[in-house]
């Protein structure tokens, strides 16, 4: 009987053995899929990741790219603009210098003679009370006609006016210059243009 109760024992044993063993495969193929889920799980979040993150800095890329030709747009806009005032200043400048007594004289006599006989002339500059005195002498006739002449500070070089108004030229050396801008060789536009 002793070797019927060891026989019970060692078959009790070894099934409890045999099933610790089963159960520490299970166990252990068990924490083996969780760990390969696991794994696969991290590695499609991480890849996510990978993916967003090349979205945003491709992203961020274009709108960087955009800045840049943004910024180049206003500063070529910004340095075509500061070309074409400083030459408007300077074409300006050079007409002023120019419109001396002689010359304003000859433009208001050309005016008169061309059908402004019944104008208001305004002179500006160093001369202006020379000038209109010197052209009053020669203008005798259109004057007492309806022409007017006089010395202004309201105008800068020359403006001719109609009396009532309608209309007007005004020969100042900034209105000369927005006039011949336009006009400036094809060399002197590609310089700034």
Do not use: W
């Not at 063993?21 to 252990?28: G, N």
């Not at 006989?117 to 500006?124: H, T």
Request: net charge negative.
């Amino acid at each position: 009987m002793e070797k019927q109760i060891q026989d019970l024992v060692d078959s009790i044993r070894k099934e409890g053995l045999e099933e610790a063993d089963r159960q520490k495969a299970a166990i252990l193929e068990d924490a083996r899929k969780e760990a390969g889920r696991l794994v696969k799980e991290a590695q499609e979040k991480a890849g996510a990741m990978i993916e967003e993150a090349r979205r945003e800095c491709s992203l961020l890329e274009q709108s960087t790219k955009a800045s840049l030709e943004q910024a180049a747009r206003d500063v070529s806009i910004t340095l075509h603009k500061s070309i074409n005032d400083e030459l408007g200043r300077i074409l300006s400048a050079s007409i002023g210098a120019s419109m001396d007594k002689d010359l304003l004289k000859e433009l208001v006599m050309t005016a008169v003679k061309s059908g402004f006989s019944d104008a208001e002339v305004e002179v500006k500059g160093a001369d202006a009370d020379a000038l209109v005195k010197a052209l009053a002498g020669q203008l005798a006739t259109e004057l007492k006609a309806g022409l007017s002449l006089k010395a202004s500070s309201g105008v800068n070089g020359l403006r001719i006016s109609s009396k009532d108004g309608s209309g007007y030229v005004d020969l100042s050396p900034d209105e000369l210059s927005a006039l011949l801008m336009p006009h400036l060789s094809q060399s002197v536009r590609a310089l700034i243009g």
